[in-house]
C-alpha cells in the first residue's frame, strides 16, 4: 500500500510539472482548401511553426464553400481552440461567427483578409501597391497598347478584391489604350483558370498578356497558350518556385513574392503569439514582401519608364523558406509586423 501511495504521489507531481493535453494550446485553421498548391505548402510551414512555437494546429478545409467555412469555425468556437485563424471566402459573410468567437475569448486571425468585425487581428500584405506594379510591367512590357485579361480569385474575398482593384486601377490610370478583355473569378481553381484561358484565346486571337493574382492560376493558363502555340506574357502574385523557368526566361515579366511556405509560418506564429497570451501586436499586421524578375527584364522596363527594386529567382528561392529566421520564436513581436 505504502508504495502505491508513493507511486500515486509521484504522478500527481508529475502531472503538475508537466502540461496536460487539454492545457496544451491548440490552434483550429478554416482554409478555402487545402488542395491548391499555395494552400499545401502553407500547411507544410505552418507545422513546422507549431513545433517551433509548442502549439498543436487542426486545419480544415472549407473546400471552397462559405457555408462549410462557417461551421467549421463554429466547431473551433465550441471545441474552445486557443485561437482561430480563418482564411475567409467571403469578408463580409464570416463577420457575426467572427463576433462569436471572440465574445468567447478566443482570439481570431483573418489571414490576408482585412475583416471588419470589432477585435479580430489580419494579416496582410501591401496587396493594392504590388498589384499596380504588376499592371506597370505588363504595361511597359506592351509598349501601353494590346489586350490583357486577369485570373482572380472569387468576389468578396479581399486579398482578391484588392490586387484586382490595384491593377485595374493602374491600367486605367496610367495605360489608358491597353483593354482588360476578361475577368474571371476561379475561386483558386486551376482547372477554372485553364477553362478561362482556353475562352480567351479562342475569343481574343490578339490577347497578348494574362495577369494572376495567384501563380497557380498563371502556370494553368499558360500550359493552355503553350498547347495553343500562343506567346503570351504573364504577371503574377504569390512567387511560387515553378514560376522560375516563366521568369528567368521574360515570359513572366514580374512576381510577387509573399511565399506560400513565409505565409503558413507567419499566420501559425502570429496565432501561437495570441494563444500565449503576447500583446502588443496591432490589429493589422503586414508581411515584408519582395517583386521577383529577371535582370533582362528589368533592363527592359528600366528603358521603358519602371523601376522598381527586385531580387532574382535564385535569391527568391533562398527567402520562401527563410521563414525561421526571419518569423521565429526568438524574435521580438515586431517581427510580425515588419512589412509596412
Do not use: H
Not at 72 to 94: M, R, T
Not at 183 to 207: F, M
Amino acid at each position: 500500500m505504502r508504495n502505491i501511495l508513493k507511486t500515486s504521489v509521484a504522478l500527481l507531481a508529475l502531472a503538475i510539472a508537466t502540461p496536460s493535453m487539454a492545457q496544451e494550446k491548440v490552434l483550429g485553421l478554416a482554409a478555402i482548401d487545402l488542395q491548391n498548391s499555395f494552400f499545401v505548402r502553407m500547411k507544410e510551414a505552418g507545422d513546422v511553426a507549431t513545433s517551433d512555437y509548442g502549439v498543436k494546429a487542426t486545419w480544415q478545409s472549407a473546400e471552397g464553400s462559405l457555408e462549410k467555412q462557417v461551421g467549421i469555425i463554429e466547431n473551433f468556437i465550441n471545441q474552445g481552440v486557443s485561437a482561430i485563424l480563418i482564411d475567409p471566402i467571403d469578408k463580409n459573410a464570416v463577420v457575426p461567427v467572427i463576433q462569436k468567437a471572440t465574445a468567447a475569448g478566443i482570439p481570431v486571425i483573418t489571414m490576408g483578409n482585412k475583416v471588419e468585425a470589432g477585435e479580430n487581428y489580419s494579416t496582410l500584405y501591401p496587396d493594392y501597391e504590388n498589384m499596380s506594379m504588376v499592371a506597370r510591367a505588363i504595361g511597359a512590357s506592351l509598349g501601353g497598347e494590346g489586350e490583357v485579361a486577369l485570373l482572380v480569385g472569387s468576389r468578396g474575398n479581399f486579398v482578391s478584391d484588392t490586387r484586382e482593384k490595384g491593377f485595374l486601377d493602374t491600367l486605367a490610370k496610367e495605360y489608358p489604350k491597353i483593354k482588360v478583355v476578361g475577368i474571371e473569378p476561379t475561386n483558386w481553381d486551376a482547372a477554372k483558370a485553364t477553362n478561362a484561358a482556353q475562352t480567351w484565346l479562342t475569343t481574343y486571337p490578339d490577347l497578348k498578356a494574362i495577369a494572376c493574382i495567384s501563380d497557380s492560376l498563371c502556370l494553368a493558363a499558360d500550359s493552355v497558350a503553350s498547347t495553343m502555340g500562343t506567346d503570351l506574357i504573364y504577371g503574377g502574385y504569390d512567387g511560387d518556385a515553378e514560376m522560375k523557368e516563366l521568369i528567368d526566361s521574360g515570359k513572366m515579366v514580374i512576381d510577387v513574392l509573399t511565399g506560400a511556405y513565409r505565409v503558413g509560418y507567419w499566420n501559425i506564429a502570429v496565432a501561437a503569439r495570441l494563444a500565449n497570451g503576447e500583446t502588443g501586436m496591432p490589429k493589422d499586421l503586414y508581411m515584408p514582401t519582395y517583386f521577383i524578375t529577371s535582370d533582362a527584364t528589368a533592363e527592359k522596363l528600366k528603358a521603358a519608364g519602371v523601376t522598381f527594386d527586385y531580387i532574382s529567382t535564385e535569391k527568391a528561392a533562398v527567402e520562401a523558406k527563410n521563414y525561421t529566421e526571419q518569423l521565429g520564436p526568438k524574435l521580438p513581436a515586431s517581427a510580425m509586423t515588419a512589412g509596412k
